[in-house]
């Protein structure tokens, strides 16, 4: 008998801490990088022209990135459970057009509002059941949807307009004022962005929805119910695409039936630009946002530099695949560092 | 929650008369079995017998056609996993159903986390929670850090303490130990007895069959679906075990032809790739039949993959007949003779909506074409030709190979590759969740085979398998080959050894 080698496994005791504070690190350093990113582009577009952090330029950037923050933290939900929402920009633009046309009948600013995200719900609870019973492919429903609504507004709108003349004077004042610096718009949706980090890390139905998107299979035997909480997801992310809606109408005053049409990609770019991974189970609603904040920045920086702006969508696409090429090599890079660390405690 | 004295004579947890079938497969033919608390229970019965269909009727994945599961002797009605589990049911699955993103702590307690005012889930009491399961398992697993990237023993910790930590009054066991290394086994066994001591109802499944009279009291058999005896392990040696669960005594079921084995066919020689094997040096003659043994996770399957070309290798060379094998390329090793029947055939090995004829064809692209076009003419007798000596049990060759049994699917998977005329065949699991009498005509193919003077090389989890049909067997135990042993000296002890990289006696 030819036995070779056969030692007993050594069984020391693992360096956990170690390799844990490395996958952390990662892991936070996600968000902290789009930081340090976004910073840097400010920084050296306020030393290439100094009216650029002027307190009219910060509430510009913020005003613009509002809108896209709050669409993103709902998506973010739907994409932690590994589906997708393409239908959010519809939702917006008929959310906004719904929430215009009660205006100009005289109607209550807050009801307007209530109106526009109830809107969103309806949508939002069509997509989740779509998808929850259906099996089908998120992505496909969802297009579906997205053209379903658009046709729906296109229908009900035809040529007609929402202009900031039909609507309040305190609606639009609403939309465009704040403290100092710092609009209103960007308050509400900062207040949604913290309770959405807030629930999804400290309320079991939040840490479900990560759970089945990291393994759905796995999900089920543990008992959570799936069904329900995807259609959660999708409620919650109607529910911000409407709201963002009734935001857009408060901010542009200026609503047709093409409002909102592709901006479901500029959405989903924000949140993977943001770290929230497409394959579902890993990323938080502050890296979507700062996404958003990102993309946004972009449009205002170039202006200020003079640079033309038609380079903001090549950039863009630009960061897209940047950070999905980092996301890549991180997770790579964990992967091979865990499995070493494995093969040694053997 | 209150258990039960150990000498209560009522089943905790019972199956009366259930009946199961998947399409046209009987899975479970009118099985009973009664499970009472302080008492480990084997489930014995080859792959296939339905062994993991009855877990998932009591663990209230599937519900029974025919029968009751009975809950304290009451009628139990599970519309759910969720059910089963909050009636004290745990299970720990053959493959670990562990979210990955997610940390260690909240993979224990997904779905029942200790909980703050307003409902919040207290991290740092599931934390603490955490830690002192691990210690009560002895083991050190950070409870923060994310299940992604644990070895599988480490993976089948966590399920463990999963279980421990709803103090489950029954735990179902699927083959826990077959990753798991000598001192893990022990340390599992001393969780079980623990569980046992306190009243619990375990239910273990295990292909090792020391294992099941090392730690069982009693035993329950299934062959094809149906229950065969349900009887005390004391008085019963292991050759009345695998009676019952064979139906047949072993020796006629591997019938290898003695063949004279001739020039090297495979030469693999020092083959590594990180972290996965290392240093992995073997040669499989003409007419011979190696087997690679190894627990699940050794390595052996990323070994065939790597020679056969499907991912890189980093160090080492291979050769078929001499001639050295391109890094990563599987159509040179094709071209060079090497056919490799993987262990998924439904993933890996089959299109399943393609029918038996197409599938058959996929590796004659080359040989069938003319001008350029598929010869439809020629593929179909090729297929054909090798679906009827094969035995394919079809109806139309034009069906869709997802309308076959099992077995009958491993025969297309066999025929499209041996329909290449291969020098070297490897062979992955081939008999795999097939049943006995298909079981048996794969081990004569590739008998026969060996006996026309292909080199075979058999990956196989399946211990008699391995002893009955290999000439030669290597182990490997966590990325390296940790024994060669021959035919004559190759018994269960021997490769189980080495296979759980304990010293050979």
Redesign the interface.
């Known amino acids: 008998?030819?036995?070779?080698?056969?030692?007993?496994?050594p069984?020391a005791?693992?360096p956990?801490?170690s390799?844990?504070r490395l996958?952390?690190r990662v892991f936070k350093v996600r968000e902290l990088a789009i930081l340090l990113v976004l910073l840097v582009m400010l920084v050296l577009t306020q030393l290439g022209n100094s009216a650029f952090l002027s307190e009219q330029g910060i509430k510009d950037l913020l005003l613009n990135a509002t809108i896209l923050v709050l669409v993103a933290t709902g998506q973010s939900l739907v994409v932690i459970t590994r589906n997708v929402d393409l239908s959010v920009g519809s939702t917006l633009g008929i959310s906004a057009f719904a929430a215009g046309t009660y205006l100009q009948g005289g109607g209550q600013p807050v009801v307007a509002v209530v109106l526009a995200v109830l809107l969103g719900v309806g949508f939002g609870l069509l997509n989740g059941l779509l998808v929850s019973l259906g099996q089908v492919p998120a992505l496909v429903v969802t297009l579906g949807t997205l053209y379903i609504i658009r046709g729906i507004d296109s229908i009900w709108v035809g040529s007609r307009q929402i202009t900031a003349a039909d609507l309040p004077d305190g609606f639009v004042d609403f939309g465009s004022g704040g403290i100092s610096a710092v609009p209103w718009l960007a308050l509400i949706a900062l207040a949604l962005l913290v309770a959405t980090a807030y629930y999804l890390?400290?309320?079991?139905s939040g840490?479900?929805l990560?759970?089945l998107?990291?393994?759905p299979?796995?999900?089920?035997?543990?008992?959570?119910?799936v069904r329900r909480r995807i259609l959660l997801a999708y409620t919650f992310c109607g529910a911000l695409a409407g709201l963002a809606g009734a935001l857009y109408l408060a901010r542009f005053g200026n609503v047709d039936s093409g409002t909102g049409t592709g901006y479901e990609l500029t959405v989903v770019s924000a949140v993977v630009v943001g770290g929230v991974v497409f394959t579902g189970?890993?990323g938080t609603v502050y890296g979507a946002a700062l996404g958003a904040l990102l993309l946004t920045s972009v449009n205002s920086v170039l202006p200020a530099l003079g640079v033309s702006s038609v380079w903001v969508l090549a950039i863009n696409g630009f960061l897209l695949i940047l950070a999905i090429a980092v996301d890549r090599i991180v997770a790579l890079r964990?992967?091979?560092a865990?499995?070493?660390?494995?093969?040694r405690?053997? | 929650m209150t258990h039960r004295s150990a000498k209560d004579p009522a089943p905790v947890l019972a199956l009366r008369g259930v009946s199961k079938s998947f399409g046209a497969v009987r899975a479970l033919r009118d099985v009973s079995l009664e499970l009472f608390p302080g008492e480990v229970h084997a489930l014995a019965g080859e792959n296939g017998a339905g062994k993991s269909t009855l877990i998932k009727t009591l663990?209230g994945?599937h519900r029974p056609d025919a029968g009751q599961v009975l809950l304290d002797g009451e009628p139990a009605l599970f519309h759910?996993?969720?059910?089963a589990?909050?009636a004290g049911i745990a299970?720990i699955?053959q493959e670990p159903?562990?979210?990955?993103?997610?940390s260690i702590a909240?993979n224990i307690f997904?779905?029942r986390?200790p909980?703050r005012a307003l409902?919040?889930?207290d991290?740092r009491a599931t934390r603490n929670a955490t830690a002192a399961l691990m210690h009560r398992l002895g083991v050190?697993?950070?409870p923060?850090?994310?299940a992604?990237?644990?070895?599988i023993a480490?993976q089948q910790i966590v399920e463990i303490a999963k279980a421990l930590s709803f103090d489950a009054r029954v735990l179902i066991m699927d083959e826990p130990t077959a990753a798991l290394?000598g001192?893990e086994v022990a340390r599992l066994f001393g969780v079980v007895r623990a569980l046992r001591e306190q009243g619990a109802a375990v239910l273990f499944i295990s292909h090792r069959l020391e294992e099941i009279f090392r730690i069982c009291e009693r035993v329950t058999t299934l062959r094809d679906g149906a229950l065969i005896a349900s009887e005390p392990l004391a008085g019963m040696t292991e050759e009345d075990l695998v009676r019952r669960m064979v139906g047949r005594d072993l020796d006629e079921l591997y019938p290898k032809q003695d063949v004279e084995a001739g020039e090297v066919a495979l030469s693999v020689r020092r083959l590594t790739r990180?972290?996965?094997f290392t240093d992995v040096s073997f040669e499989v003659r003409c007419g011979e039949i190696v087997g690679m043994a190894g627990l699940v996770g050794a390595g052996r399957t990323e070994v065939a993959r790597a020679v056969f070309g499907i991912d890189r290798w980093d160090a080492g060379e291979v050769e078929v007949a001499g001639q050295a094998l391109v890094n990563g390329a599987p159509s040179t090793a094709m071209a060079a003779g090497l056919a490799l029947v993987p262990e998924d055939r439904r993933a890996q090995g089959l299109v399943m909506g393609m029918s038996i004829e197409r599938n058959i064809g996929l590796t004659g692209l080359r040989a069938t074409r003319r001008a350029g076009l598929m010869d439809r003419g020629a593929e179909r007798s090729r297929s054909l030709d090798w679906a009827v000596r094969l035995q394919v049990k079809y109806a139309r060759i034009a069906d869709a190979v997802s309308t076959l049994s099992g077995g009958n699917q491993q025969k297309v998977v066999l025929a499209k590759w041996l329909a290449t005329g291969p020098a070297v065949l490897i062979v992955d699991e081939p008999t795999r969740g097939i049943d006995v009498g298909t079981k048996a005509e794969v081990h004569r193919l590739l008998s026969a085979l060996a006996a026309d003077g292909v080199a075979v090389l058999m990956i196989s989890s399946d211990l008699p398998e391995i002893l009955g049909m290999a000439d030669r067997v290597l182990v490997m135990?966590?990325?390296?080959?940790?024994?060669?042993?021959?035919r004559s000296?190759a018994t269960e002890e021997?490769v189980m050894?080495?296979a759980t990289?304990?010293?050979?006696a």
């Open positions: 008998m030819t036995v070779t080698t056969t030692e007993p496994a069984v005791p693992i956990a801490s390799s844990t996958v952390d890390k400290h309320f079991g840490r479900e990560y759970a998107g990291s393994n299979e796995a999900a089920r035997l543990a008992g959570i119910p189970g890993s964990v992967a091979s865990l499995k070493k660390r494995n093969a405690h053997g | 663990a994945v759910g996993p969720a059910d589990r909050d299970v699955y159903t562990l979210f990955p993103d997610l909240e997904m779905g986390q909980r409902g919040r889930i991290h050190e697993l950070d923060d850090r994310p992604r990237g644990l070895s480490d290394t001192s990180e972290g996965v135990h966590e990325g390296r080959l940790t024994a060669e042993i021959s000296d021997t050894a080495a990289g304990r010293a050979a």
